[in-house]
């Protein structure tokens, strides 16, 4: 006996039902697409429009062509900056992570008496605002009254006494330090992490097939703790071009003489502090095709299918 | 299943579809359809009676001195009581961040109806963006309020955008009277730059200390320096040359300016004051000053309110005599003020003009500026606060001061001026590189940002049309 095909069964019936299951992805996402148009996409494009006008923020746009992108190129504050926040993003990734690798390996010793006091300690700054640490570190940098000179001259290193954020020589290195400082302990718990589950197994075997210590750390711990690496390589380059406004604008404004003017920071003076929103838009876009090539030189260099666990 | 994702879905279309009809209807409550050309009679006489019941807001910054915020409210709160209008106060952001508010706010529909612009600020850039009304007509039964020429400090082109409300202020020098009486020197004003060295050089040695201490790591001070040198390097014509300059009429690299930059560049090479300034913030120079690390602060004269607990007295001078036969001129003048914003609601100018006569009463405005505990306010009749240094600011802010020279030239050219004198500082330039670096700063606004000094002969009838008020409230200023 032939059962009737019910109405889903039926052409328009599947019909329907395939629109319904179709839009059904679509539609779960699409709060979160709604959002991420108002919010990022729309932003983008008005902002890459206002970047051909001459926009003050306050009167109507008047369109200049590419003449914010010429004068861009003419401007040498703009270069100085881009050439201090590549410095700034390359130094903090490479010694922060250093750092921490080397601190998660000492301190992911189980013997250590005061593990856990350490790691806390290290990891404290990560959890305190740019502002606090800027201005605890203006302080400690004070010539007059900062702890680190005397620090410095207590322990016989006199000669290393120097303006920290007056030098332009040094400045923009005292910044770095403490963008490091900051962040080393967040990494070192990634790192701890990793060292963790890497199994005990394969330190054992080594040992008993007579590979020493600076072996067992290239041959096993490095290789095992590559997708660590790369993660915390990515969140490094990536928090280091877009986190060193704060700090740069609070302990030093991007002087002295603009020596630690990043590109955030002459960006956001053009923009808001000359009102000139149409050339801070160029410039935010010549700096976002810089960051775009480096990201991807990065990737291509850093990303291989080894690098994730599966 | 099937039939909980339908209803799902259409639960979530339906849902989009509100938000978005909410997010575009966000600023129809705001506005109550008042026109700017209506004449605005029904409320145009400016009597307190015909404003009850109308709201309007006063957008400012955070008030940084104790007790002022409270103060601003409690006069707020007392203006609604005597006229039955509903006036709103918000304290947001840093003066800094102003004009950052002001944008977000134009751009969002935002009806601010006041603001308080820094003068410097509306010089530099709000004036010129539209931002603020033209007052000239409304406040004019009110100029006669105003101390000295402070209105003028709001006026630009012969056009008022603000009233002068607040402290008054003028640059000078600090010193530790104690420690001098002690070294066995005097100072006065119309001491010169040898007297001011050798008394440094006895300080150094005797004390070991930094002479003189400059809270530049707040940078927008360091300009001051060069005010104070190049108006005796120009004659005490400073104003007018700069002026100058600004039209394009002559050029920063001239004797006078780079004289003025050497100036500054000799205090740092002779020893008086260190690159540790650089990174010294006003709180950390007072503390200097305070705990005696430093015998001089040139800073300005407000601020006297951040040296309690200093144990010897404190004395405040011009500065030095740098250049025989000219005047050590300080700079200052009345920078916070009360603006009338082209934001807000027209129906509401006539609250506007009545709030503006309100504040500008001496026993309205007086509590509202004791929390700065300064030496003088913009307002005839509120006297200034007594301290031992009010008198010697006093006389300093009505004899020797002129205005900042930096409420003339643009933000860029402020920014310049700061690194030129940070590279002075830190040995990078002289002072003819150093008015170099500041002629390219200037030249590249004129060839890239089409920069005019006198921006307001430029602007056409519809620009100032839409800084014009709708009508004239009238004030009763009796």
Redesign the interface.
Known sequence: MMKKPSAEQTLGGRLKGNRSDKAFPYLMIAPAILLFCVFVIYPFAQGFISSFHKWDGLSPMKWLGLRNYENIMQDSLFWGAMKNTFLYAILVTIIKNIFALLLALFLVKKVLPGRTLFRTAVYLPVTMSYVVIGVLWMWIFNPTFGLLNPLLEFMGLGGLIRGWLSDPDVAIYSVIWVDIWKWTGFHMVMYVAGLNSIPEDYYEAAAIDGASSWQRFWKITIPQLNSTIFTNLLMSVTGAFTSNYALVNVMTGGGPNNATEVAATYIVKTGLKYVNLGKANAMTFVLFIFTLVFGMIQLKTIVRDENYDH | M?RF??A??IL??L??VM?LFA?CNGNSGNNNGGSPNNGGEPNSNGGEGGIAGKSITLITSDKSYEGQADAYEAAVQAFNEATGANMNITFQGKW??L??T??AA??SGEKYDMTSVGSGNLHQ?IAK???VMDITEIVEPLKDRFVGDSLSHHTIGGHVFGIPHGTVSTMGVFYNKTMLDELGFTLENGYTYEDLKTICEAVKSQKGI?PI?HDG?S?WWWPSWFFFTYAQESGNKSEAELEKILRGERSWVEDDIIAAFDDIKMFFDDGLI????????TE?AA??FV?Q??AFYFCTATNYVKFKGADFEIGYVAYPVLVDGATPQSSGGADEALNILTLGNPDNLDVCAAALEYFTRPEVAAPMFEPTQNFGYSIVGVDGHKTPISDAAFELFTDYTIMYLDWYW???HN?AV???I??L??G??DGQSAAQYVQDAYD?TVS??DYTYEWWNTWTEDDWAAVAPAYVPAINAG
């Open positions: 099937k994702r339908k799902l879905v979530l279309a849902a989009m938000s997010g800094t961040d004009i950052q002001l944008q134009k751009i850039s963006s539209g931002l930094t201490i790591a940078s260190g690159a540790e300034s650089l990174e010294t913030d950390a503390a200097n705990q690390n430093a643009a933000a860029e920014d700061i690194a030129a940070q590279g500082t830190t990078e330039y590249a890239q940002d």
